[in-house]
C-alpha cells in the first residue's frame, strides 16, 4: 500500500505539512479582510520603498563613490546606459515621493489620534523613520556630486558643525576631516546604501510590528464590546487586492510621468571656487534654509530642534480626556499653526533670492 | 597659491584693486593688490562656509548661499553672517605667492 502523498516530492510533501491549503486560505483571508491592516498611504510608502532600493541596486551597478568618478559615473547613466537615465529619474523622483508621503502618513495620524495611549510608541517610531527617510534623501541627493549637491553637503555639514559641544566632533567625522572632499563622499555613499537602509529596516519593521500589535489588540478589544460575527471580521475582500495593484500602478506610472516631464537634470561638475547664484537646498529643507538666511544658523537650529523635539514628544504633550474635546482641539489647532508656519516658511525660502 | 588648473598664481598677474581667487593648500584664498602690499582673506563665508565672489563694480565680496555682503576689508556689509572674512597671512617669494 502506497503511504499518504507518496506521489507528491518530498519537497512536495515537506511544503504540504507546513503550508496546508486551509492555512494559507486563512492567512489570505485574514490578510485580505483586515480592513486597516495597512492604510493606504503605509502601502505606497512600502511599494515606494521596494522600488526605491530595487532602483539603487541597479544605479550601485554604474555608480562611482569618488569625487572624480562620481559626477562622470552620474553623467554616463544618463547618456550612456541604456535606460539609465529613467532608472536614475525614477530613484530621484522616488525619493521626493517617499519624503511626501511620509509626510502625509505623519500627519494622518497626528489628526486621527494615533499616538494616543498606548500608541506612543507607533507614532515614535514613526517620527524616527521620517528623520531617516529625510537623510536617506539628502544623501542621495550629495551623491550626484554637482554643484548643488556639493554645496548642499557644505551647507549641511556646516549647519552640524555650528551645534554645540558636539557639532564639530559630528560635523568633522562626517566630513572625514576639515574639508568636503572625497572622504564626505565616501560617508556619504555608506550612509545611503548602509547604515540609513539599515535604521530605516530597524525602524519600519518596529514601527509596523507595533502597529499591527495594538491593531490586533483594539480589535479584541472591539470584539468584547460589541462582537461582530467572526464571518464579518474575516470576511475576504478580494477587492482590497485589485486596490493594492492600482496602487502599485499609480506609483508606477507617477513616477515614469515626473521622469519624463520634469527630469532632474545634474547641474555643472561641484567647483569649491564658486557658488551658482541662487542655489536652494531640496524643498524639504527650505524651511531651515530660510531660517539660515534670515536669521543666524543659532536660531535656525534652535527652531528646527524644537519642532523635532515637539514632534516626537507630541503623545507626552497631548495627554487630554478623550472627552474633553476642547482641550484636545485647541492642542491640535496648535500642532497646525506650526505646520502651517513650517510650510510658510517653505514657501517663503523657494521664492526668495538672497542675493536682492 | 595656484588657479582652478593648478597653475601658479604671479603677483604680476593681480592687478591694483583686482581680486584673484586661488587655492593655497586645501584653503580657497582671495587676494588683492593695495599698492604694493597685498592682502588675503579666506574666502570661506563666515555664515555657513560657502565660498564668496568678488562682485568687482560693487567693490563686495558676496555670497550666493544665503546672500551676505563683506566689503573690500573683509568686514560684513549685510547679515545673516555677523563675522568678517577670515584674514590669510601670504607671503611673496619669486614673485609667487605662499601661506605665511
Known sequence: MEPEGGRKSRVGRWLAERFSHSSV??????????????????????????????????LLVYYKPTVAGAYESVGALNAEVSGGW???QMHAWGAQVLVVLIMVYQVRDLFLGHYRKPRELVWITGCLVAGVLLLEAYTGFVLRWDDRAYWGAVIGTEFVHKLPWIGPWISQMVRGGLHVGEATLGRFFAAHVAFLPMMLLVGGVAHGLLSGYWQVNGRSEQRGRDAPEDGVVNRPRPERAFLL??????????????????????????????VPENIKPPWYFLPVYHLMSTTSPWIAAVLSGLVLVLAI???????????????????????????????????????????? | MVDAEGRPIRMDEVAEG???????????????????????????CTHMACTVRWLAGERQFACHCHGA??????????????????????????????GA
Open chain 1, 86 to 88: 529613467l532608472v536614475r
Open chain 2, 18 to 44: 583686482e581680486v584673484r581667487m586661488g587655492y593655497l593648500g586645501e584653503d580657497v584664498v582671495l587676494i588683492m593688490r593695495e599698492g604694493t602690499a597685498f592682502r588675503a582673506w579666506s574666502a570661506v
Open chain 1, 313 to 356: 514628544g507630541w503623545p507626552f504633550v497631548e495627554r487630554t480626556d478623550e472627552s474633553n474635546t476642547t482641550a484636545r482641539r485647541r492642542l491640535l489647532l496648535l500642532a497646525f499653526v506650526v505646520l502651517v508656519i513650517w510650510a510658510g516658511l517653505g514657501v517663503a525660502g523657494y521664492v526668495s533670492n538672497p542675493l536682492r
Open chain 1, 245 to 274: 495593484l492600482g496602487g502599485f500602478y499609480a506609483v508606477l506610472i507617477l513616477l515614469v510621468l515626473l521622469a519624463h516631464v520634469w527630469p532632474q537634470t545634474l547641474g555643472p561638475r561641484a567647483d569649491p571656487m564658486g
Open chain 2, 69 to 98: 555682503r563683506f566689503n573690500e576689508k573683509g568686514d560684513v556689509a549685510r547679515g545673516p553672517a555677523t563675522a568678517p572674512l577670515q584674514r590669510m597671512g601670504v607671503r611673496v617669494r619669486d614673485g609667487k605667492f605662499y
Open chain 1, 25 to 58: 486560505r486563512e492567512f489570505l483571508c485574514h490578510t485580505l479582510s483586515m480592513r486597516r491592516s495597512l492604510s493606504a498611504t503605509g502601502y505606497l510608502l512600502l511599494v515606494v520603498l521596494v522600488m526605491q532600493v530595487l532602483g539603487g541596486a541597479l
